[in-house]
């Protein structure tokens, strides 16, 4: 299984992106897919995650402004991500549970900066 994450950049502040993350080698239903994100100096975080049957969680400073989406017959996974703010600045990681194994991107790096 491998993961593939795209749709980073550099985004003004109140600007959007939309970041992609596509698994391959999957075989069987994926369980969750989120994305996570780690900013310089810090530790990873949560940022959102859905389920297979569609709920979605959000970390309390993204709500409101980032969705998480998938596409179960691409096998992907979607963060579109709006109002952005300089703090939201980070590389953003994907990642999925499936067959009880957890999976992790390469990582996509977000800077928002004017």
């Known amino acids: 299984v491998q993961l593939q994450a795209s749709g980073g950049g550099l985004v003004q502040p109140g600007g959007s992106l939309r970041l992609s993350c596509k698994a391959s080698?999957?075989?069987?239903?994926?369980?969750?897919m989120g994305w996570y994100r780690q900013a310089p100096g810090k530790t990873r975080e949560l940022v959102a995650t859905?389920?297979?049957?569609?709920?979605?969680n959000y970390a309390d400073s993204v709500k409101g402004r980032f969705t998480i989406s998938r596409d179960n017959t691409k096998h992907t996974v979607y963060l579109q991500m709006d109002s952005l703010k300089p703090e939201d600045t980070a590389i953003y990681y994907c990642?999925?549970?499936?067959?009880?194994?957890?999976?992790w991107g390469q990582g996509t790096q977000v800077t928002v900066s004017s």
């Open positions: 859905i389920t297979s049957g569609s709920i979605t």
């Open positions: 080698g999957i075989i069987f239903s994926i369980n969750s």
């Open positions: 990642s999925i549970l499936y067959e009880r194994a957890d999976y």
